[in-house]
């Protein structure tokens, strides 16, 4: 049986991925889940899964090297997928330290222990042992605004947030282990994910929880930045497929030709949740263009993304599955469902988050 390390299996991409791996492989693969439980990492988004047999979860840090090596000492781990690192961009602005400590020291922890698990004494490695490194298409910089250049694997990096230069920094380490060792490694470079266990800090879910609730939709600068949006499901079967048909060494992009203006994705959703509230629904009087705000911009915003997906495509036969239209209708109705899940994770610590971004704005 394949066992699968899965760091930051319990925010919203490592959920997801879970969820997915196991609607695919079922009983013939063994997934260790680490996460530190930050405040974005939530064990309610794999409470369907939690008894399995072929599961399992450990409280670890990425940064605890005794930890993550007692996690490589118990199990034969087979598969890498590093999912774990401090993810939004606006934190990373206000609270630099912390994405140097997890995304740059916790890769090199990860990267430690898997080569000190998998090195053979002549410095080769164990066969068919892999790890994946889950980056962004936010260390490539920023787009002119027109829709005629896309970010390529061979696109030089040019990360401006902190977040972002901490993932460059951690993609550098996973190629320096790459090159000089030999580590059988491959890094994906993805667009922006939406989709159910999203957490209400990022654009999507953070508007749909806004409109709900009657409140001001926050656009930073003009609304005109540009995103290139793709459907979380079809992120988790990208990282698959890369895993298992993908030349190993080599980076990967991940996206799907769907870019939008930040406005346009806030029509969007206002239009869908009109649509999707029964009638008689009290929500259907204040949902409209009346709650968006524009607000003070994003320091040292990012213009545009757009990942051109063609080695994937051409390589493994990766192609996005879920249309945005489709996409934004089953995110907004799993939210229509899972309202418990968004009171609790608005509660208490985000719920001081919000106050200290926002009060400015
Ligand atoms: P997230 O913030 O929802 O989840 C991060 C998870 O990592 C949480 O469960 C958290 O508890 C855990 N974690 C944080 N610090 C940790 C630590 N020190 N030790 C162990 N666990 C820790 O993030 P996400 O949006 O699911 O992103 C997952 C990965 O995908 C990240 O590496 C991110 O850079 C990358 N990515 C995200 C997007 C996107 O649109 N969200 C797009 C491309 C790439
Ligand atoms: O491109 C991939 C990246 O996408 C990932 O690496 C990051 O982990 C993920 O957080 C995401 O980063 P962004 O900064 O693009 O996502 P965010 O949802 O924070 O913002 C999307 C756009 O919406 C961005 O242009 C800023 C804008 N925005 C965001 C928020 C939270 C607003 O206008 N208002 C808001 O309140």
Same mark, same amino acid.
């Given at each position: 049986?394949?066992?699968?390390?899965?760091?930051?299996?319990?925010?919203?991409?490592?959920?997801?991925?879970?969820?997915?791996?196991?609607?695919?492989?079922?009983?013939?693969?063994?997934?260790?889940?680490?996460?530190?439980?930050?405040?974005?990492?939530?064990?309610?988004?794999?409470?369907?899964?939690?008894?399995?047999?072929?599961?399992?979860?450990?409280?670890?840090?990425?940064?605890?090297?005794?930890?993550?090596?007692?996690?490589?000492?118990?199990?034969?781990?087979?598969?890498?997928?590093?999912?774990?690192?401090?993810?939004?961009?606006?934190?990373?602005?206000?609270?630099?330290?912390?994405?140097?400590?997890?995304?740059?020291?916790?890769?090199?922890?990860?990267?430690?222990?898997?080569?000190?698990?998998?090195?053979?004494?002549?410095?080769?490695?164990?066969?068919?042992?892999?790890?994946?490194?889950?980056?962004?298409?936010?260390?490539?910089?920023?787009?002119?605004?027109?829709?005629?250049?896309?970010?390529?694997?061979?696109?030089?990096?040019?990360?401006?947030?902190?977040?972002?230069?901490?993932?460059?920094?951690?993609?550098?380490?996973?190629?320096?282990?790459?090159?000089?060792?030999?580590?059988?490694?491959?890094?994906?470079?993805?667009?922006?994910? *939406?989709?159910?266990?999203?957490?209400? %800090? =990022?654009?999507?879910?953070? !508007? &749909? #929880?806004?409109? $709900?609730?009657?409140?001001?939709?926050?656009?930073?600068?003009?609304?005109?930045?540009?995103?290139?949006?793709?459907?979380?499901?079809?992120?988790?079967?990208?990282?698959?497929?890369?895993?298992?048909?993908?030349?190993?060494?080599?980076? *990967?992009?991940?996206?799907?030709?769907? %870019? =939008?203006?930040?406005?346009? !994705? &806030? #029509?969007?959703? $206002?239009?869908?949740?009109?649509?999707?509230?029964?009638?008689?629904?009290?929500?259907?009087?204040?949902?409209?263009?009346?709650?968006?705000?524009?607000?003070?911009?994003?320091?040292?915003?990012?213009?545009?993304?757009?990942?051109?997906?063609?080695?994937?495509?051409?390589?493994?036969?990766?192609?996005?599955?879920?249309?945005?239209?489709?996409?934004?209708?089953?995110?907004?109705?799993?939210?229509?469902?899972?309202?418990?899940?968004?009171?609790?994770?608005?509660?208490?610590?985000?719920?001081?988050?919000?106050?200290?971004?926002?009060?400015?704005?």
């Amino acid at each position: 049986m394949r066992t699968y390390l899965v760091t930051g299996g319990a925010g919203f991409i490592g959920s997801n991925y879970i969820h997915y791996m196991f609607g695919k492989y079922g009983d013939s693969i063994r997934i260790i889940n680490v996460d530190a439980l930050t405040y974005a990492g939530n064990l309610e988004n794999l409470k369907d899964i939690e008894d399995r047999d072929n599961y399992v979860f450990i409280k670890a840090d990425i940064t605890d090297k005794d930890a993550i090596a007692a996690v490589f000492e118990q199990y034969d781990i087979d598969r890498v997928v590093h999912f774990a690192a401090e993810s939004h961009v606006d934190r990373s602005i206000k609270d630099p330290e912390v994405f140097v400590r997890t995304n740059v020291l916790g890769t090199a922890v990860m990267l430690n222990s898997a080569k000190a698990s998998w090195e053979l004494p002549d410095g080769t490695f164990k066969p068919d042992k892999k790890f994946l490194h889950v980056s962004t298409d936010e260390v490539y910089g920023s787009l002119p605004e027109d829709d005629s250049a896309f970010f390529y694997e061979t696109s030089p990096y040019d990360p401006h947030s902190p977040y972002s230069a901490s993932k460059a920094s951690s993609d550098m380490l996973v190629k320096s282990y790459m090159d000089t060792y030999k580590f059988p490694a491959n890094i994906t470079n993805c667009s922006n994910n *939406y989709g159910p266990y999203q957490f209400p %800090e =990022k654009l999507i879910p953070l !508007i &749909i #929880n806004n409109a $709900l609730q009657g409140k001001k939709l926050p656009v930073y600068g003009d609304g005109k930045n540009v995103r290139d949006w793709l459907f979380v499901e079809d992120h988790a079967k990208a990282i698959d497929m890369v895993q298992e048909k993908g030349r190993l060494f080599e980076t *990967y992009n991940i996206g799907g030709h769907n %870019e =939008k203006q930040n406005i346009e !994705i &806030i #029509n969007i959703i $206002l239009e869908t949740l009109q649509e999707e509230l029964p009638d008689g629904d009290e929500r259907k009087a204040y949902i409209n263009k009346d709650l968006i705000t524009y607000v003070e911009d994003r320091k040292g915003h990012d213009r545009r993304y757009a990942i051109a997906p063609d080695k994937i495509k051409s390589e493994i036969g990766w192609e996005p599955e879920t249309m945005f239209k489709d996409g934004i209708r089953r995110t907004i109705k799993w939210f229509f469902m899972h309202e418990d899940w968004m009171k609790n994770v608005t509660s208490g610590d985000y719920q001081k988050y919000y106050e200290d971004m926002y009060s400015n704005r």
